[in-house]
T-cell receptor, first 114, second 114 residues
Framework: QKEVEQNSGPLSVPEGAIASLNCTYS??????FFWYRQYSGKSPELIMS????GDKEDGRFTAQLNKASQYVSLLIRDSQPSDSATYLC??????????????FGQGTILTVHP | GAVVSQHPSRVICKSGTSVKIECRSL??????MFWYRQFPKQSLMLMAT?????????EQGVEKDKFLINHASLTLSTLTVTSAHPEDSSFYIC??????????FGSGTQLSVL
């Protein structure tokens, strides 16, 4: 079992729709959860971070965390073609330098078509 | 926002040569930097944690004698791939954490070993 699992996709949604990206993790000691966007050949860009159960909204993005189910998701409302990218789910444990020791999922390719 | 500069962005070298990659935090001091590797169509894998003034901590399966890490100052960490071989061809990315433990990624280095 992979530590962080994502559906690799590709996920295709029409422009203006809601894109739903899902991620599960295996280590119950995980404390911090992140969603990164990565364009081909580029480094990851932080989209959202979430640390406690529930929803966190930032503009068109909403992250949802359920630690009991070991599940974290990202919703993108009013999807735009520029949102087309690979979305990486990452988790880490708290404490010491562990904050930077991210474990990434394999990423979900999102395509938003006009 | 904070900027992490990584150089070079792309390097092509012959098998057996060594390649040095630099990672600089431009507007903040980073006591800890992290080095990741990403093979095509795979996710990022943490290679090592670079600590200013001390030895790097390598993840399981990463050869410390092959991937030399030096973190001589609070703004610079270097990764040297020694005696590179074609299987070392990959996308190498560094990240640096500021005092608030926010992580910033470098722009990445695409290494191709012929």
């Amino acid at each position: 079992q992979k530590e962080v699992e994502q559906n690799s996709g590709p996920l295709s949604v029409p422009e203006g729709a809601i894109a739903s990206l899902n991620c599960t993790y295996s280590d119950r000691g995980s404390q911090s959860f992140f969603w990164y966007r990565q364009y081909s050949g580029k480094s990851p860009e932080l989209i959202m971070s979430i640390y406690s159960n529930g929803d966190k909204e930032d503009g068109r993005f909403t992250a949802q965390l359920n630690k009991a189910s070991q599940y974290v998701s990202l919703l993108i409302r009013d999807s735009q073609p520029s949102d087309s990218a690979t979305y990486l789910c990452a988790v880490t444990k708290a404490g010491g330098t562990s904050y930077g020791k991210l474990t990434f999922g394999q990423g979900t390719i999102l395509t938003v078509h006009p | 926002g904070a900027v992490v500069s990584q150089h070079p962005s792309r390097v092509i070298c012959k098998s057996g040569t060594s390649v040095k990659i630099e990672c600089r935090s431009l507007d903040f001091q980073a006591t800890t930097m992290f080095w990741y590797r990403q093979f095509p169509k795979q996710s990022l894998m943490l290679m090592a944690t670079s600590n200013e003034g001390s030895k790097a901590t390598y993840e399981q399966g990463v050869e410390k004698d092959k991937f030399l890490i030096n973190h001589a100052s609070l703004t610079l960490s270097t990764l040297t791939v020694t005696s590179a071989h074609p299987e070392d061809s990959s996308f190498y990315i560094c990240s640096a954490g500021d005092t608030g433990r926010r992580l910033f990624f470098g722009s990445g280095t695409q290494l191709s070993v012929l």
